[in-house]
Every structure is written in C-alpha cells, then in structure tokens.
C-alpha cells in the first residue's frame, strides 16, 4: 500500500541530510583504471602509418578489424555525424563492448584516457581513446555531454512500437549487416558508444538529446588494446537537429545526415610500444567458478 502524501511530505522532511557522494570507482596508483597519460600522449603524437582507409555512407554501417597496438581515428569529413559503434574481441565475438560497466568506471560520457570495456568473463580494456577533438564540449547548459553511453542505438523494434511503423536502415540494422560478412548476426550486437553524440537526463531524470556539436574534421581517436573487431553505423539521425519518430521524420532527418570516415594506422616506430612497456589486455585473473563444484565424474563425489 503506497503512502499518502502526507505520510511521503512528512518521511522527506525527516531525511537527514546525505553527504556529497563520491565516485564508486576512482583510480589509485597501479589500478588498471589509472592511465599513463605521458604514454599515451606519446603513442597520440608519434608518427603512423596509414593500413585502411574508407567512408561509410548516409544510414549505413560497416566493419573493420584492427590489430592491437594499432590506432583507429573516426571523424567527421562533412560536418556533424553521430556515429554507433559496436567492438568485439577479433577472434571472439563473446567478448564484446560493455556499455554498462564502462559508465561505472568512466562516466556517463566518455573522452580522452577513458578505455572501452569488455563484457564477463574477460573484463579487460577492447580500445583507450587517445584523441577526442569534442573535448571541449565539457557540459552545456542542459547538462548534455558528448560521446554518450547513457542511451543506445535506435532500431525498427522500439520505432515500430512507438509509431507503428518499422524502418531498415535503424542503427541495429546497420550493425548486424555489417557484420554478417565476419560471420556474426543480430544476437552480437551490443549497445553501443553513441560517438558525437550528445545526451544527459533532465530535472525529472528522462534522456534527451541535443545537436551533435561536431564540425567538419572533428575526430575521435582509440588505441587498439587487443585485436579488435569494429561496426560503426552512421545513425539515420544524422545530427539529430531534426529528430523524431515515424516516416515523416525519417524523411526530415535525412536532411541533416552526413558521413562517418574510419582510418586504421599502425606506428612508424614498430618498438615503440613494446620498449614503452605496453601489452595488450590481459582477460580479468578470477579463476572461480562461483563457488560452484562440479564434478568430473562419481569418483570425484565424496562417499556417505
């Protein structure tokens, strides 16, 4: 049985007052969450070479592998873009992006020295964003930041419910093309990094969406913390200044979408990283299986 209001006013006005609190998960020297910045500017700011090279274009998706030790660069060669991306393990699709767990470690927005996390049981870094050229974004007046891991990708199920009709080119749709040619389907797709985008939670703490801020150039950058397999869909949104659901909309936002490119380099220096100390993710050492027994066979069950 609910309070009434009186019983709700007269239990709030009784709260004690709540320290400010702090951030569940903050870096301390030697823990996997503390980057070194000094490296990693390094590895930013050192001469590379060029391995791949391709735009993706309006309301579609691709996928690429990159190696570990490599740099992948998306930016923006038109103007403002949100971006879907989804990373797996190259040689494991189980071990995918971890959206959730990633906000509790970073932020509900990410940028540079933040790494890109893995689902259990591997929880390890899939990439470290190096560059971000939206860093500057910091928070507007609405409480918006970029690069959001607050909401996820759109797709025709949700646009169906809510307008009655579906639609194909939806950021899940992109994905789960682009990855069939690397033996995936739509069960390997994952919640995404919404790249460019920006987002935050209102005074009722509902999700919105504000204008990508991007211009033409803007980029974000990753270092490949193992090998990688990526899909990046460019959102049928475009840059969200004329957002909405339903075909009418769909045909207003097309106005305003643009497309993403990919670059892939490797460094000049092919012992940078290794002389620096770097190597790639190691899988989480918990070596438990939940307390849990399990036993090969009636020799290994201990007798009455």
């Given at each position: 049985?609910s ?18 609190p702090?951030p ?10 503390t980057?070194d910045?000094?490296l990693y500017?390094?590895?930013?700011t ?15 998706g691709r996928?690429?592998?990159a ?10 060669p ?8 989804n990373?797996w393990?190259?040689?494991n699709p189980r ?28 929880m ?9 050229s ?17 909401g ?5 199920y ?9 639609y194909d080119?939806h950021c899940r ?12 389907n739509?069960?390997?797709?994952h919640?995404?990094?919404n790249?460019f ?7 009722q ?12 150039g ?9 090998d990688v ?18 075909a ?26 290794q ?7 190691e ?11 399990v ?8 007798k009455a």
């Amino acid at each position: 049985m609910s309070l009434s209001p009186e019983e709700a006013e007269a239990r709030l006005k009784a709260q004690k007052p709540i320290p400010k609190p702090k951030p569940a998960y903050l870096p301390v020297t030697g823990s996997p969450l503390t980057v070194d910045k000094d490296l990693y500017s390094t590895i930013a700011t050192s001469p590379r070479a060029l391995i791949e090279e391709f735009v993706i274009p309006i309301r579609s998706g691709r996928a690429w592998k990159a190696p570990a030790g490599s740099i992948i660069r998306i930016s923006t060669p038109e103007g403002p873009q949100v971006g879907d991306l989804n990373i797996w393990n190259a040689h494991n699709p189980r071990e995918k992006f971890w959206a959730a767990r990633t906000k509790q470690l970073h932020a509900s927005h990410v940028s540079t020295y933040d790494k890109l996390w893995s689902c259990l049981p591997y929880m390890r870094p899939l990439v470290t964003i190096i560059g971000d050229s939206l860093s500057w974004y910091g928070v507007d007046e609405h409480g918006g930041r970029v690069h959001d891991l607050l909401g996820t990708g759109c797709d025709g199920y949700i646009s169906s419910v809510l307008s009655g009709k579906g639609y194909d080119f939806h950021c899940r749709s992109n994905l789960t093309r682009a990855v069939m040619r690397f033996g995936l389907n739509e069960s390997d797709v994952h919640d995404v990094i919404n790249i460019f985008q920006v987002t935050g939670l209102d005074e009722q703490g509902r999700y919105f969406m504000n204008p990508c801020p991007a211009q033409k150039g803007d980029y974000i950058e990753f270092l490949a913390e193992q090998d990688v397999l990526m899909a990046l869909s460019t959102c049928p949104g475009g840059d969200l200044s004329l957002w909405g659901f339903g075909a009418d909309s769909e045909k207003e936002m097309i106005k305003c979408c643009r497309p993403l490119k990919v670059e892939v380099f490797k460094l000049e220096d092919d012992g940078l990283l290794q002389r620096s100390g770097w190597k790639p993710a190691e899988p989480a050492p918990y070596k438990g299986i939940h307390g849990i027994f399990v036993p090969e066979g009636e020799h290994d069950v201990a007798k009455a």
